[in-house]
């Protein structure tokens, strides 16, 4: 059963200044998306088992994959945008919103061409809300472990 509904998704896009109204385009977008998208209950120990069992492919400077010798010459923005720019990297590295994509099964399969916009459509139906996709890699990971641990202590 997902956390949010389609609408209240499209809801906290508004509010959060991802839409600017529900005529707009990208919520058409983001309604055929959530369709798409499969209930994922424990999305957070999923995405953190993942990154745990494979640190080597985790990296909060790109979505997937970055040639890390750009990182330095890029700015904030284009590093947020990596994925975009940087349409040869070979998809093995994900940040968390990355992981969430890839292990959702979606990723490649929706249509999407926002991987940021997909992730946070993925997290609030399936969690109701969104981790810092822009912390650093330390700081995500201890989102995430708290994320899931505070799911489990509701669960209890």
Same mark, same amino acid.
């Given at each position: 059963m997902p956390k949010l509904t389609c609408e209240e998704v499209i809801?906290?896009?508004?509010?959060?200044?991802?839409?600017?109204?529900?005529?707009?385009?990208? *919520?058409?977008? $983001?309604?055929a998306i959530y369709a798409r998208l499969p209930d994922m209950p424990d999305l957070d120990a999923e995405v953190y088992?993942?990154?745990?069992?494979?640190?080597?492919?985790?990296?909060?400077a790109t979505w997937h994959s970055l040639n890390r010798d750009l990182i330095p010459m890029m700015s904030p923005l284009d590093r947020k945008t990596s994925f975009e720019r940087e349409p040869t990297a070979c998809g093995t590295t994900h940040c968390i *919103?990355?992981? $969430?994509c890839v292990l959702s099964g979606a990723?490649?399969?929706?249509?999407?061409?926002?991987?940021?916009?997909l992730a946070r459509i993925l997290y609030l139906k399936n969690t109701g809300s969104v981790p810092?996709?822009?912390?650093?890699?330390a700081e995500a990971l201890e989102e995430l472990r708290a994320r899931a641990e505070k799911k489990d202590e509701v669960q209890s």
């Open positions: 809801k906290v896009l508004i509010e959060d200044g991802d839409l600017d109204g529900e005529d707009q385009p990208v *919520a058409v977008y $983001a309604r088992q993942a990154i745990k069992e494979n640190p080597e492919h985790f990296s909060m *919103a990355g992981w $969430a990723y490649g399969k929706t249509g999407e061409a926002d991987t940021a916009l810092d996709f822009f912390g650093t890699d």
